[in-house]
């Protein structure tokens, strides 16, 4: 059974930061595009931010400049820093590994998700 633990979320007053870290197993992280998304309530689940293996990223236009997804091998740990925050930032942030399947499907694997709320 494939694990995302997350850690790393909470409250937070506007322009202020977070980092938030999911763990994985070093057999899933090798091979995975690791991803961090958002879901407010009664809005869809979205991109925030990811990162293949050999360090390429991707970032939703609203985050650019402000939030930054990394990566580290040696603890098969995804980070997302995340600085000026705004209330709009507020949502239920989730950890993904997407793995390419040998058919060329793709696989999804989900964390449990960590509530960010930004507010003073």
């Known amino acids: 059974q494939v694990q995302l633990v997350e850690s790393g979320g909470g409250l937070v007053q506007p322009g202020g930061s977070l980092r938030l870290s999911c763990v994985t197993s070093g057999r899933i992280f090798s091979r995975a595009v690791m991803g961090w998304y958002r879901q407010a309530p009664g809005i869809q689940r979205d991109l925030v931010a990811t990162?293949?293996?050999?360090?390429?990223?991707v970032y939703a236009d609203s985050v650019k400049g402000r939030f930054t997804i990394s990566r580290d091998s040696a603890t098969n740990t995804v980070y997302l820093q995340m600085n000026s925050l705004r209330p709009e930032d507020t949502a239920v942030y989730s950890c993904n590994a997407r793995l390419t399947s040998v058919a060329g499907t793709f696989l999804n694997y989900w964390g449990q998700g960590t509530q960010v709320t930004v507010s003073s």
């Open positions: 990162i293949t293996n050999g360090g390429t990223t």
